[in-house]
C-alpha cells in the first residue's frame, strides 16, 4: 500500500491545526500521521540514526461531542431491549479510485465496513385520492442492485463506527471536543515571525488555543466563508462559489415486523422481491433506505430513513420543523401506503442545512456553469488549507481525496 510522504527533514515537527472532525478531518490527520511515520523511518534507517523520530503535533477542533460525519441515531425499546437504528446523514459511500480502495481494505478486512448489496427500486407514490382507497397502492419497478461492479459500503454495527474508529487510531493526534474555533484573524507578518509561529487561534470566548505553523480547515463551506471572512485568506472568493443545499431526513420506526405496511412488507406486488432503497418519483421525498435489512443489522426493530429532494429542503431550510415533518409525514404515507392499523410508533425529523454540493463557475460568457469542482483551496503565505469534501463531488471518498491533496501541499512545503 502507498501513501503520501512528507519530508522530515522540510518540517520537522509541525503544528498542525485541524478544524472539523468529520471524515476530511480525520482522513487528513490519518495521512499526516502514516506520512510522518514512514518518511521519519526512512530517515533513520539512511542515517542509521536510533533516536526516536520526532512526529508532528495534530490537533483536531471539534465543535460537536463527537467525530465523523456519518450520523446514527437509535432507540431502544424498553420491552425488548432491542434497537430502532436510523443512519441519518450519509447512507452509505463508494471507492472508485485505487487509492481509495487501498485505504479502506484494512477495516473491510476487519468486517467493520461492509458491502450493501442493496436491491433498488423505482417509487412512484399513490395520489391523495388513491391513499383514501384501501385498494390503491404505489407504483414499484424493479431498478438495479447494487453489487461488486460498483459496490457500497456502509459501517457497521452503525454508520458513526467508523469514525470513532479512525479517531482512536490516531497516535499523535489530540481532538478536542466541544471547542469551536473563532473567526481567523487578519494575518500579521511581523508578530508570526517574531514568536516563529504562522497562527494563533482562539475559541469562541476568546481564549487562545496555541499557535500553529499549519492550519487546515475542514468545516462545510457555510462555516468555512465565516471562519476565513476577515482573515485576509488569499482564495476567500473561491469558498463562496460553492452552495451547500439543505436535506431533511424523516426517521420511521415500527414495533415488529409484522407491523409495516405492505408496501415495505412486499406483498402487494409478489413480481419485486424484497427491496433495500427506493428512488422516488413525483414526491418531495428523494429516497427511502430499509434500516433493518442492511448488513449486521438484522437484530434492529424496523426502521426506515428517508432523505427529502435538496431543492425542496433548500426551499423550506427555515421552516418550522414541525411543519416540516408534518409535510413529510404526508408524502412517506402516500409512498408507503400505511394506515390506522400501521402507522409507525417512532418519528424523528433532522435538518441538514449543509447536505449536498452545489458548484457554480461562470464561463466565458459570463453562464453559470454547475459541477467543476476546484479542490483544496490554499494559501502558501498563511500556510492555511481550506478542504472538504464540498470541494469535489461532495461524498465520502471527496473527503479522501481532499486528505490527499493536503498531504501533497504540505509535502511540497519548505
Not at 156 to 185: N, Q, Y
Not at 219 to 245: C, V, W
Not at 253 to 264: F, M, S, V
Amino acid at each position: 500500500m502507498t501513501h503520501q510522504s512528507l519530508h522530515a527533514t522540510d518540517i520537522a515537527s509541525p503544528k498542525i491545526a485541524i478544524i472539523g472532525g468529520g471524515l476530511t478531518g480525520l482522513f487528513t490527520a490519518t495521512l499526516l500521521e502514516r506520512a510522518f511515520t514512514q518518511n521519519q523511518t526512512q530517515e533513520q534507517n539512511r542515517s542509521h540514526n536510533q533516536d526516536k523520530p520526532s512526529s508532528p503535533h495534530i490537533t483536531v477542533f471539534e465543535k460537536s461531542r463527537s467525530v465523523g460525519r456519518l450520523a446514527t441515531r437509535y432507540r431502544t425499546d424498553s420491552h425488548t431491549g432491542k434497537n430502532w437504528q436510523w443512519a441519518f446523514g450519509a447512507q452509505f459511500f463508494t471507492a472508485k479510485t485505487n487509492s481509495f480502495q487501498q485505504f479502506i481494505t484494512p477495516w473491510l478486512d476487519t468486517g467493520l465496513l461492509q458491502q450493501w448489496r442493496a436491491q433498488v427500486i423505482d417509487l412512484t407514490p399513490a395520489t391523495a385520492t388513491e391513499t383514501s382507497d384501501a385498494t390503491q397502492s404505489s407504483d414499484r419497478q424493479k431498478k438495479e442492485q447494487w453489487n461488486t461492479t460498483q459496490a457500497r459500503y456502509i459501517s457497521t454495527p452503525k454508520m458513526t463506527s467508523w469514525g470513532r474508529t479512525l479517531a482512536e487510531e490516531l497516535t499523535h493526534t489530540t481532538i478536542k471536543f466541544k471547542t469551536r474555533v473563532a473567526p481567523l484573524a487578519e494575518y500579521n507578518h511581523h508578530l508570526a515571525d517574531n514568536v516563529d509561529k504562522k497562527t494563533e487561534l482562539f475559541d469562541e470566548d476568546g481564549a487562545s488555543l496555541g499557535h500553529f505553523d499549519w492550519v487546515i480547515c475542514t468545516a462545510p463551506n457555510g462555516q468555512a466563508i465565516e471562519l476565513m471572512a476577515d482573515s485576509g485568506f488569499g482564495e476567500q472568493t473561491k469558498i463562496t462559489e460553492a452552495q451547500m443545499l439543505a436535506c431533511y431526513t424523516l426517521m420511521l420506526g415500527w414495533d415488529d415486523i409484522t407491523q409495516l405496511p405492505e408496501t415495505l412488507n412486499n406483498l402487494s406486488n409478489p413480481s419485486i422481491s424484497q427491496w433495500d432503497v427506493a428512488y422516488l418519483n413525483e414526491s418531495i421525498l428523494d429516497r427511502i433506505f430499509i434500516e433493518h435489512q442492511k448488513p449486521a443489522h438484522a437484530e434492529l426493530l424496523p426502521s426506515v430513513t428517508i432523505h427529502a429532494r435538496n431543492d425542496w429542503s433548500e426551499a423550506h431550510v427555515d421552516d418550522d420543523i414541525e411543519s416540516i415533518q408534518a409535510q413529510l409525514l404526508q408524502a412517506a404515507q402516500q409512498a408507503l401506503n400505511w394506515n390506522n392499523a400501521n402507522t409507525p410508533s417512532q418519528i424523528d425529523c433532522h435538518r441538514w442545512r449543509y447536505a449536498a454540493t452545489l458548484v457554480e463557475h461562470k464561463n466565458k460568457d459570463n453562464n453559470s456553469t454547475n459541477n467543476q469542482k476546484s479542490g483544496i483551496l490554499v494559501d502558501k503565505q498563511r500556510q492555511w488549507i481550506v478542504s472538504g469534501d464540498w470541494c469535489a463531488q461532495g461524498n465520502i471518498e471527496s473527503c479522501y481525496q481532499m486528505a490527499k491533496q493536503t498531504i501533497e501541499v504540505l509535502n511540497k512545503a519548505r
